[in-house]
Each structure stands twice: as C-alpha cells, then as structure tokens.
C-alpha cells in the first residue's frame, strides 16, 4: 500500500515526472476532492499525488473541500503527506525564492469545515495540536535538501489566511506582530484535518512574493509564477530525494 502523498499547491497541479499508473476518482461522506487522486511512480517509488485547487487551478482557498481531500487520501492507504505551498515571505529571512519547512500555524481563516466530527463530536475529539506538523516527516524534508545540498530554512510560522485575496499592509504588519514568518492560504484546516485522521503531515514552502507592505510596488501574478517556476526545480528534486528515502 503507497504510504506517501504529495498535495500540490500553486505551481504544481501536476508533477512532472510522475508516472501514473491509475487515476482514483473517491466520492467521500464530506463531498468530492479537488480533484481524482493520481497514484503512480515518482523516482522509481510509489506516490500518490493530488492537486489542492484542481487539475486546472480552478478551486480557490476558501472552497477546496478539504475534509474531502484528506479522507481520499486516508482512504487511499495513505499515512503520511508532504505540501507543498507557495507563500508569502515575512521575515526578513524569507525573500522570494526561499525554501522553509514550517514548525509552527497561526490559522486567522473563518468559515472552513474544521473537523470530520462537526456533526458527530464528543469531548474526546478535541485533540492535541500544540505541535501541528509531523517532527519526523519535517526531519525527512531537512535532511533530504541537505542530501541534495537544497538550500532551506528549518522553522518558521505560517499564517493561514482565507483568502482568495492578498491580504493588507496593515494585515500584514499584525501577523508579523502577532509572530507570523510567513502567510499562505492553504494551510489551514489541511493540518488539523491530517491530525484528526492519523496521518502524518509536514509542509514544504516556497516563498514566491514578499508579503504585502513588504515591497515596493504591486505583488502580481506574474512575478509569483515567475519565482514559482525557478523554485519548482529544486521542490523535484527535493522531492524525489524524500520519495526514494521514505
Ligand atoms: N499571501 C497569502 N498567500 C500567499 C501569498 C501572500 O502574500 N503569496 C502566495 N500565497
């Protein structure tokens, strides 16, 4: 049973170098994923991979049926699974085109479904998440960079915000003051959601922009897809390190 998954973000709805063997398309009690599950070969290992906002980047943030997502993946047989983020650098650490492995969340989105047990909870389902990624999956992500001598940061907090709009200065400068190293859209409920369902998760995050107020100038989809491209190329390779090891 293929233990891995990958969930690709903006820039990777599909990854080349997948070999795919079988498209799962999983109906869920929560609704249906972003997309099919692609299950194939990834540098001669098994892997499953599924594109967060669909095939074409068609759902955004606030609508990706997230409770869907993980529990195909569950479903699937998968235990343990890597994102891959582009986000918005913070701290001064974090210029575009920097890789980090986040340790720590800091969720500012509303309305998401939060728990497969919103309809079916009982105190027992208020689970632990003072530590919400993985330590030894984000181990495997630092030491196969090292192997691959990937430049990357370890640590960092994520700011989960709703989007699908980029957020304010002002908005901003709070989560730096509040302690926010770097914000992205995604990153929330998909943590808590893995938790929930035993599997365990990490992140990989590829700083595509200067968040808001930290730049001269516009932020723009151009230049995101533009660092997105060059940063990809080590996020493969990274990634084939980690499958070949795992
Ligand atoms: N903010 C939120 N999400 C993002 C950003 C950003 O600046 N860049 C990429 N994803």
Same mark, same amino acid.
């Given at each position: 049973m293929t233990g891995l998954a990958i969930i690709g973000g903006t820039g990777l709805t599909s990854l080349s170098g997948l070999e795919v063997t079988d498209k799962q398309f999983i109906e869920t009690p929560f609704g249906q994923p972003s997309s099919a599950l692609f299950m194939g070969r990834f540098a001669g290992k098994k892997v499953v991979f599924l594109p967060r906002h669909g095939e074409g980047h068609t759902v955004p943030p606030h609508k990706i049926n997230y409770r869907a997502n993980l529990w195909a993946l569950k479903h699937a047989g998968i235990s343990k699974v890597i994102s891959i983020a582009a986000v918005g650098g913070?701290? %001064?650490?974090?210029? =575009?085109?920097t890789l980090a492995v986040p340790e720590q969340i800091i969720d500012y989105t509303?309305?998401?479904?939060?728990?497969?047990?919103? %309809?079916?909870?009982? =105190?027992?389902?208020?689970?632990?998440?003072?530590?919400?990624?993985?330590e030894s999956l984000r181990k495997l992500i630092l030491d196969s960079a090292d192997k691959q001598q990937i430049a990357i940061k370890n640590g960092g907090v994520y700011g989960a915000t709703q989007g699908p709009r980029l957020e304010t200065a002002a908005e901003i400068k709070r989560l730096k003051q509040d302690g926010c190293d770097m914000v992205g859209m995604t990153g929330m409920p998909e943590a808590y959601l893995a938790r929930e369902l035993g599997i365990d998760y990490a992140c990989c995050a590829l700083m595509v922009n200067w968040a808001a107020?930290?730049?001269?100038?516009v932020i723009t989809m151009k230049h995101i897809e533009q660092t997105i491209n060059e940063g990809m190329t080590e996020i493969k390779q990274l990634l084939a390190e980690i499958i070949q090891t795992q």
């Amino acid at each position: 049973m293929t233990g891995l998954a990958i969930i690709g973000g903006t820039g990777l709805t599909s990854l080349s170098g997948l070999e795919v063997t079988d498209k799962q398309f999983i109906e869920t009690p929560f609704g249906q994923p972003s997309s099919a599950l692609f299950m194939g070969r990834f540098a001669g290992k098994k892997v499953v991979f599924l594109p967060r906002h669909g095939e074409g980047h068609t759902v955004p943030p606030h609508k990706i049926n997230y409770r869907a997502n993980l529990w195909a993946l569950k479903h699937a047989g998968i235990s343990k699974v890597i994102s891959i983020a582009a986000v918005g650098g913070i701290h %001064d650490d974090l210029a =575009p085109g920097t890789l980090a492995v986040p340790e720590q969340i800091i969720d500012y989105t509303y309305g998401r479904e939060q728990s497969f047990y919103s %309809d079916n909870f009982s =105190p027992d389902k208020h689970l632990d998440f003072s530590y919400p990624y993985t330590e030894s999956l984000r181990k495997l992500i630092l030491d196969s960079a090292d192997k691959q001598q990937i430049a990357i940061k370890n640590g960092g907090v994520y700011g989960a915000t709703q989007g699908p709009r980029l957020e304010t200065a002002a908005e901003i400068k709070r989560l730096k003051q509040d302690g926010c190293d770097m914000v992205g859209m995604t990153g929330m409920p998909e943590a808590y959601l893995a938790r929930e369902l035993g599997i365990d998760y990490a992140c990989c995050a590829l700083m595509v922009n200067w968040a808001a107020g930290l730049s001269d100038g516009v932020i723009t989809m151009k230049h995101i897809e533009q660092t997105i491209n060059e940063g990809m190329t080590e996020i493969k390779q990274l990634l084939a390190e980690i499958i070949q090891t795992q």
